[in-house]
């Protein structure tokens, strides 16, 4: 979310739920749809959505009435931060009947992602959960804390996203990687970084960037099945953060482990992967332009580029 100040109402208003009602926060997963009736907001299923959820908004001489429709057969993940996503647009036109209108939509959703965030993880129970991501050492380890906690794959890191503690000072990268364009020629075709999760004061990973620019190669992962993992050891070139007004980035070689897991319908996109760069032990600065690096699994040598600012 661009603008801070809504990421910090959003975070404000989920606390206030969790606080005005500790009882159902108290464990993982949270049961939404109680948290839904305790704020008096309906919830009926209905096939033919073409999204997963819609709220309905109703005024009546000033006051708001909300209806949460959900789509059925949604997994239990899926679902359960669709609705928290739905309460949050009630509970901001509540605190604030103006955002219905002066609000664009983009806003709005983005107010809603980060509410549903911090209501799916009691605040109570966050520095826990926060200790478990920052052990994680494959992509396996992921999938068990988000079973733990109930939510997605891509929910999970999006807590993350947004839980500072939970990143700050780790030397994990989380990727999400799917087969998509390129966001802005709408042109190129291949596997492409839509999401990352990392401490955003250490390094910097641009999202759109095809994993090819990435590891030099992309072939394995196309021919990875649903549900298979790989594990591959690189040397590569990161941007990490200077903390300098100029130069803002400094390229960096690292030997770096890159798990990496096919995630069936992950983001309902067929070729969707989730990967964790964890970066081992800095070698030395990395100078302007492509090296070629040594790939220990591969059999040749590989061409890198390096990871920063334009490269696409």
């Known amino acids: 979310m661009k603008n801070e100040k809504d990421r910090e109402i959003a975070r404000r208003l989920a606390k206030d739920v969790q606080n005005t009602f500790p009882v159902l926060f108290r464990d993982v997963p949270v049961r939404v749809t109680k948290v839904a009736r305790a704020l008096g907001i309906a919830i009926e299923l209905r096939a033919d959505l073409d999204g997963r959820a819609y709220i309905q908004v109703l005024e009546e001489q000033g006051l708001y009435h909300f209806k949460i429709f959900i789509k059925p057969n949604l997994s239990p993940p899926v679902g359960r931060f669709a609705v928290a996503h739905e309460i949050g647009h009630a509970v901001l036109v509540r605190a604030n009947p103006d955002s219905l209108h002066s609000w664009d939509k983009a806003r709005q959703e983005s107010f809603a992602n980060v509410f549903a965030a911090e209501l799916l993880v009691p605040c109570t129970l966050r520095e826990q959960y926060g200790n478990s991501f920052r052990n994680i050492e494959d992509v396996e380890g992921l999938l068990r804390l988000a079973g733990q906690l109930g939510l997605s794959i891509g929910a999970t890191l999006h807590v993350a996203d947004e839980e500072q503690a939970w990143t700050k000072g780790s030397n994990h990268i989380w990727l999400s990687v799917r087969r998509s364009r390129n966001s802005f020629t709408l042109r190129d075709e291949k596997l492409r970084i839509v999401g990352a999760t990392y401490d955003r004061g250490k390094y910097y990973v641009p999202r759109n960037m095809s994993i090819r620019s990435m590891i030099g190669e ?32 400094s390229r960096v070689l690292y030997g770096a482990r890159f798990h990496v897991r096919r995630l069936p319908g992950f983001g309902q996109h067929n070729d969707a992967l989730i990967a964790l760069l964890v970066m081992g032990q800095e070698k030395t600065n ?27």
């Open 218 to 249: 992309d072939g394995w992962l196309c021919g990875l099945r649903a549900n298979q993992s790989a594990v591959r050891d690189y040397e590569l070139i990161i941007s990490t953060i200077t903390g300098n007004p100029y130069p803002k980035y």
């Open 286 to 312: 990395a100078p302007n332009g492509a090296l070629r690096l040594n790939c220990a699994a591969a059999s040749s040598t590989v061409k890198y580029r390096s990871i920063g600012p334009g490269n696409s």
